[in-house]
């Protein structure tokens, strides 16, 4: 690789080519969100959720910084802010890996092994430890109340669309025909 940038556009062009939705948040290539769901053997299965990629200057030798935009019941996510405590990808970070890895690997390993002795979520944490059965239960009531499929695609206050003009049934048609149906 000649420089950080060149690997950059790289990694962010295999992780768009991938079956990962990538939104762009402004003309750089250094933020952007992904759509992300739940691991299918986990309490997360059948959550979506949006998560916000910044790239650093330094980036590959430097990890990203990676956050939930919606709100996710885990140990390692502070509920609040959705900042990740990854010491995979903070502290064993490495120019080998890539942003399909963040999403392919790390993070399905953070939701399915959540580390309950270092919370950024105490009360998580506290569950967790204390009765797994109800902490899978409160899981999936994160779930089914921040993480279905249309709560990622809302568009936030800030985040308005370009096609304002369009009437609601023609862009709801506009989708269908690009896009095809729905996945279930």
Known sequence: MSSPSKRREMDLMKLMMSDYKVE???DGMQEFYVHFHGPTESPYHGGVWKIRVELPDAYPYKSPSIGFINKIY??????????????????TWSPMFDLVNVFEVFLPQLLLYPNPSDPLNGEAAALMMRDRAAYDLRVKEFCQKYAKPEDVGAA???EKSSDEELSEAEYDSADDA????VDP
């Open 74 to 91: 885990h140990p390692n996510v502070d509920e609040m802010s959705g900042s990740v405590c990854l010491d995979v990808i903070n502290q």
């Open 24 to 26: 762009m948040i402004n």
């Open 178 to 181: 690009v896009a095809g149906p």
């Open 156 to 158: 936030g206050p800030e």
